[in-house]
Every structure is written in structure tokens, then in C-alpha cells.
């Protein structure tokens, strides 16, 4: 006897099976590699949804070992549905910020950890593993940008003052916000983790006018995080490449305003960019104690918050490294 799946309309007819929850990886992985049948198609859609409905419950999560080994599932099965649904826009934005937020909590903690203990060898291999998926969430969120316009390239090939009228004119909407943050953080980040390579390092003002383009829509986007990395760029640079103490240190106290210094990543890159490059080391101390002792449980920011103590402990115990004398 069959009973039939029905999905938005369509009839899908499939066998009477139960199946455990840790069939449905493989399940994921099946609907990825299947050909483009009409039930397939309709099935990666949704659950290509299904995944962007539920993303905020990574956020949720509380444990990181755990967390790590989930965001790297994640990324394969998103990678997979995106083969057949190219061009839906949510999960696009949703592979973009899996490169890049385990990138940034879980390879770049590894490669950090390496380099305390003096494993050369494995910081430089966390290193390669970061810049290539931070490459990859660049030519994700690129790919994304060009979906919604195509003169993309024409923009980027014209500088940085044609790139900002492409931008102001293209993207007017608060909702564009998302894709414009997260690009330009995926650009910006490949940028930091691989400084030596300058045809990486020629984007970093396209990097910027993305976040701020993002700012000027909705500066509370995951948690004023457009003020953050502005914060970080104008901090963390020095005047000849960009770099504005002030401007920077605006951006900081405007995130930890919105956030109510709940999200404490604002201020873990508050103490190691604006901080260290001014020399203040008392600064620096503060901001890393408030997130090391912070009991805060604000369920958007629970991961996070838990990747920023982890990180501040590490750099507190740096601090003679880190904050210029």
C-alpha cells in the first residue's frame, strides 16, 4: 500500500516508511545528488526553507564542540540543495553566513589555539582552511549579489566611487541589508586572515562600502553587526589605509547601545581592534573581563556569546602581545 507526499500542490507518491532522525543527513544528501525531477525540485525547496526557518536555532544552541561538528554538516547539506535551487535567494544567504561563521568560531579559534602552543605547521593549515572558506562565502554572496543585479562586475571594475552609486542606487531596501552585511564581511575576512596576498587585499573598500551600505538600511542587523566590522576596519587600520580612531570608537559605543552589551562580540573586537591599536591597555582589560565574566543568556547571541568568552580568556592571557606600548 503507498500513501502520497503532497507539496504545495503536488502529488508525490512514496512508500509507507518510518524513518529515525539520523537517517535525515542521508536523506539531505540523497535529494542533493537526485536528478532534477519535479517531486526533487519541489522537495529541495522546501527544504531549503525549512533550513532558513530554523537558523535561529543554531544561534540558540549553547555548547561549541557540538555546534562545530553541526555547522560543518550544514554547510555540505546547503551546498547540496543549492545545486538544485540556485537562485533561492534566502538560502544563499544562509550558505554565505555558514562559510563565514564557522570560519570565524571554529577555524579560526583552532588556527589561534595553534599558534599559543607554537604548532606552526597546524596554524598555517587552519589558516588555508579559513581563507578557502572565506573564499568560498565570497563567491557565494557575489554569485547572490549578481542574481539581484547584474552590474555587479561593471561597478567593481569601475572603483570605489562608481561601486558606491551601484550600491546606493541598487539596493534601497532594508531587507538588503542581510546579503550586503554578510558579503562584505566574507570579503573583509578573507582579507584579514590572508594579508599577504594583495589581490585579495585591492577589495578591501568594496568590502567596507558593502558593510556600510548595510549600516545606512538597518544598522541593527544581527545585532548591529554592520557598527561592529566597521568598527574593526576603521580600529584596526591605521590612518594611510583607512583607518579612523574616532570613527571607529562611534561604531563601537553606537553597537553596544543597540545590543544593551548583550551580544559581547561587540566587545571582544572593541578591546582587540580600537583598544590594542591605541594602546589602551585598561580599555583592553575592561571590555575582555566584561565578557569573560558576563552571565548573560540572550538566546539570539548564546553561541556567539560563547565563542567570545572563549576568546577573550585566550586574549587577556595575550595582553602584552596584543595592546600597542
Not at 262 to 283: C, D, E, I, M, P
Amino acid at each position: 500500500m503507498r500513501r502520497f507526499w503532497i507539496l504545495r500542490g503536488v502529488v508525490c507518491s512514496r512508500p509507507r516508511r518510518h524513518f529515525s532522525a539520523a537517517v535525515a543527513p542521508v536523506l539531505a544528501a540523497l535529494v542533493a545528488a537526485a536528478p532534477l525531477s519535479g517531486c526533487v525540485s519541489i522537495a529541495a525547496g522546501t527544504t531549503a526553507d525549512v533550513f532558513v526557518a530554523a537558523s535561529p536555532g543554531f544561534d540558540e544552541f549553547f555548547e561549541l564542540d557540538t555546534a562545530e561538528m553541526a555547522a560543518a554538516a550544514a554547510i555540505v547539506q546547503l551546498e547540496g540543495i543549492r545545486r538544485l535551487k540556485p537562485t533561492h535567494e534566502d538560502l544563499l544567504l544562509q550558505l554565505v553566513r555558514a562559510y563565514v561563521a564557522f570560519a570565524f568560531a571554529f577555524v579560526e579559534e583552532r588556527m589561534e589555539a595553534a599558534a599559543e602552543r607554537g604548532d606552526t605547521a597546524e596554524e598555517e593549515h587552519q589558516r588555508r582552511r579559513a581563507i578557502q572558506l572565506y573564499s568560498r562565502g565570497r563567491a557565494v554572496a557575489l554569485y547572490a549579489l549578481r542574481l539581484q543585479d547584474d552590474g555587479l562586475d561593471e561597478a567593481m571594475r569601475g572603483g570605489e566611487g562608481p561601486f558606491v552609486r551601484w550600491l546606493r542606487e541598487e539596493f534601497d531596501d532594508e531587507e538588503d541589508a542581510a546579503i550586503l552585511f554578510w558579503a562584505g564581511y566574507a570579503i573583509g575576512a578573507r582579507i584579514n586572515i590572508n594579508r599577504d596576498d594583495v589581490s585579495a587585499a585591492v577589495e578591501f573598500p568594496y568590502a567596507r562600502a558593502l558593510v556600510q551600505r548595510s549600516v545606512e538600511l538597518d544598522e541593527r542587523y544581527y545585532h548591529a553587526g554592520g557598527h561592529v566590522l566597521l568598527g574593526s576596519i576603521y580600529g584596526e587600520f591605521g590612518e594611510a589605509v583607512g583607518g579612523n580612531p574616532a570613527l571607529s570608537r562611534q561604531h563601537f559605543e553606537r553597537a553596544l547601545q543597540i545590543t544593551r552589551r548583550r551580544t559581547l562580540l561587540v566587545q571582544l573586537q572593541y578591546a582587540t581592534t580600537y583598544a590594542a591599536s591605541q594602546g589602551n591597555r585598561q580599555l583592553f582589560e575592561q571590555l575582555l573581563r566584561e565578557v569573560i565574566d558576563s552571565r548573560v543568556d540572550e538566546p539570539s547571541s548564546r553561541l556567539a556569546n560563547r565563542v567570545a568568552q572563549r576568546r577573550a580568556a585566550r586574549y587577556l592571557r595575550q595582553i602584552d602581545e596584543r595592546v600597542l606600548q
